[in-house]
């Protein structure tokens, strides 16, 4: 089974801080890079932080500065601490596999929503 649970979204005013938290199963976890993707209303689900197995991070333009993402190994969790929350941030945050055959995102949670609004 595919195990993919985000939580951790809400309300927040412009400028908050948010931490997601992704729990994947143990050999989801451990196949290639992780990361978050988000997809805001009427655009194209887009990749905005990865984090490969030794821990090395890229991210979106967009969010460079703000945005960190992090994993814990022992728990099978990728997190993504986000700071100077913009409007622009609102939108419906998943965790996936980076990199690869699409086929390995054949499957999706269920997201956790961010809205960033005053």
């Known amino acids: 089974q595919v195990q993919l649970v985000e939580s951790g979204g809400g309300l927040v005013q412009p400028g908050g801080s948010l931490r997601l938290s992704c729990a994947a199963s143990g050999s989801i976890f451990s196949i290639n890079a992780m990361g978050w993707y988000r997809q805001a209303p009427g655009k194209e689900r887009e990749l905005v932080a990865s984090i490969t197995l030794g821990r090395s991070t890229k991210f979106a333009d967009s969010v460079k500065g703000r945005f960190t993402i992090s994993r814990d190994d022992n728990k099978n969790t990728v997190y993504l601490q986000m700071n100077s929350l913009k409007p622009e941030d609102t939108a419906v945050y998943y965790c996936?596999?980076?990199?690869?055959?699409?086929?390995?995102?054949?499957?999706w949670g269920k997201g956790t929503l961010v809205t960033v609004s005053s």
């Open positions: 996936n596999l980076v990199g690869g055959a699409a086929i390995v995102r054949d499957y």
